[in-house]
């Protein structure tokens, strides 16, 4: 699956460069794969105190209804990052014929990078991500199932809306106190589709 491939290591440095200098994503000289790959490499810099990016609490549930509640208590901007990247993950999976990824596969990729372990013992890391692996694939399954919403349901009631999902569901688009993460498509406008350019691209990419 694209996720799982590695592409130039200059074009993904440069990319690298280019983004931390506040260059568009749409102005990148990157093929999908090292696009993929700076996704990851966001979550593996992402700086986050042990366990990771997801907290002890939600790493410990192991049934759907622990997650569930254990997710509506997470703090901004972290559950909307979650809820971004179960997105992404959604949109992938729909084109899983072409880009060889499903939501389990994308778990299994993804969660190395979201954990946090200082403990030298490579066995404690392994049981943290494991645990990441199975609390992400669940949540992305409920999101996909529309069970994991900022507004109402599951999350609890709020006027936070950044997500093409939670919009349609209230069927109007609402000012939000964090904002989407938008990809620009020129240097005057922005999209409102909050995965859409890069999604295209790996939904696109024939893997052999």
Request: proline share 6%.
């Amino acid at each position: 699956g694209i996720f799982r491939l590695r592409g130039s290591e200059l074009n993904f440095n440069a990319a690298i460069q280019a983004l931390n200098a506040s260059q568009s994503v749409a102005n990148l000289d990157a093929t999908p794969v090292e696009l993929a790959q700076l996704i990851k490499a966001f979550f593996r810099q992402l700086p986050c105190d042990e366990p990771g990016l997801i907290p002890n609490a939600l790493l410990n549930a192991s049934e759907e209804r622990d997650i569930k509640e254990q997710f509506e208590q997470l703090s901004e901007p972290r559950k909307s990052l979650l809820l971004w990247t179960f997105d992404l993950w959604i949109e992938i999976e729909e084109h899983k014929p072409m880009n060889k990824m499903t939501l389990q596969s994308m778990s299994i990729v993804f969660s190395p990078n979201m954990v946090r372990c200082s403990d030298p013992n490579p066995m404690v890391f392994l049981e943290k991500q494991k645990k990441v692996q199975h609390v992400m694939l669940t949540a992305a399954t409920l999101r996909k199932q529309q069970q994991l919403n900022i507004d109402g349901g599951v999350v609890g009631v709020s006027s936070i809306v950044p997500f093409t999902t939670d919009q349609t569901k209230k069927q109007k688009i609402l000012e939000t106190k964090y904002a989407p993460v938008k990809i620009l498509k020129n240097n005057d406008a922005q999209s409102s589709d909050t995965c859409g350019p890069l999604t295209d691209i790996f939904s696109q990419c024939v893997v052999l």
